[in-house]
């Protein structure tokens, strides 16, 4: 709990129309997507470097924790203040500073919602690729802090890959420049990708710079249904190996299509069982190729159903139902447990076969959909929090499930990253010796264990 003389502090810091301590805006950012719940002391707005520096400094003076914040749809809890303190948020530090043609280059505040960015590219002929699924809300600051995927990535790399300039603030108050405005940069350790990924754990960012691309000139997406869960996981393996390289291999099961079919009150062909989304892209010719390429595989492939889709509309109303999984799926029991694990793309079939194993053995409902052409599969345990042996035959299940990732080579998360929720499985892939050296380098960046206290381990 604060007290008023820290509320003074922080509002002559930055100004009062940015600092909030009434219940209503407490409440508003005391949780994130995975529906936990803390609440902070504080929220302030950010609207420029000079009040993250102020926050920063007040903070430190009071032994105050504080949590950066973007548009709070992080899967993991990293945006929520465990242990109370102030929550930064980042949504008014949202202009994008240069759009750079010459150079391919964008510099842009941490608030800047994703698609924002990726619309103001492809008016200047540009892209910029990644893409989770949340992207009309997520910001760019909380992208690089998760080092947030999305469907294009199996062809484009993740945010990580995109990033090439950051400027953060470190709890000490000091403030760095890392990276360089160049594809190659080898210069001293890479403090920069450090940064990414590390979920607001080591420093505060308040500026990016990141890449762009040519924009791929044009598009094709296909659906193609098939009549059992793992054709459609060897269709995604079938699809890579005839080096069709599509931008898109998007995985959806039954359940995942029928959460977003009753929704929308449609009907779902009964003997369908899983289903994927395949886009290729480049100049004509590329997609023309490509597109020769995956029709002999889907001859090959014998699927119950294909559609290409031939207008924009009939493109959107594909990706649609790709992205209203997540809320579709959160209606079939009162919480979900959302995994985001990966194992190399040739383990695929065998994973998604062993999960619906356990899902019939264990008698659980688990929603299978994602990325898989890179290997991310979505896992999403649907249970009842009050239903005691449900949720005891749920942890043995992830134990099984967490273990075989780890065996095939893959890794607990693809995309969402560990804050909170993740927390207690990072044993699974981590040594003691790891683990510590963790611990050492977020020393190293916060001594005083300020800056989001609480996550990731
Ligand atoms: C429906 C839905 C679909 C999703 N689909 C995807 C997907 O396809 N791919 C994917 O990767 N993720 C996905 N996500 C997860 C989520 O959207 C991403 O993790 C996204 O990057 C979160 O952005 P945010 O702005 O909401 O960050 P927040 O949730 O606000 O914060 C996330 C983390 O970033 C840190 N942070 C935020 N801003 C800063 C800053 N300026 N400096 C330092 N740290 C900061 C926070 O402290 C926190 O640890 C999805 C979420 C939902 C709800």
Redesign the pocket.
Known sequence: MIGKKVLKELAQAVGREKVFAESEYLLSYSY??TGLEYLPDAVVFAENEEDVAAVIAVCRSHGLPL?????????TG??LAVSGGVVLV?TRMNRILSLDRENFLAVVE?GVVTSDLQEAAEKAGLFYPPD???LK???I??????N????RCFKYGVTGNYVLGLE?FLMNGEKVRLGAETIKNVAGYDLKSLLVGS??TL????RVTVRLLPLPPCRLLFRVDFPALEDGARFVQRVIQAHVQPAVLEFMDRSSLQAVYSYQGLALDDRLRAAVLVEVDGSPAEVAEREALLKKQLDAARPLHWQRAETFAEQEALWATRRNI??AIAKLKPKKINEDIVVPAGRIPEMVGFIDGLAAEYGLCIVLFGHFGDGNIHTNLMVDPDDAGEMSRAEVVLDKIFRRVVEFGGTISG???I?LSKKPFMHYQFSPVELELFRRIKKVFDPDNLL?PG?MF
């Open positions: 994130d997507a949590v950066p914040r973007g548009a709070g749809v992080g899967y990293g945006a980042f941490p989770p699924a949340s809300t997520s910001t600051g909380g992208n690089v802090a998760e947030a995927g999305g469907p953060a979920e607001g420093a505060v960012v308040t997540s809320p995309e969402h990253g804050g989001n996550k």
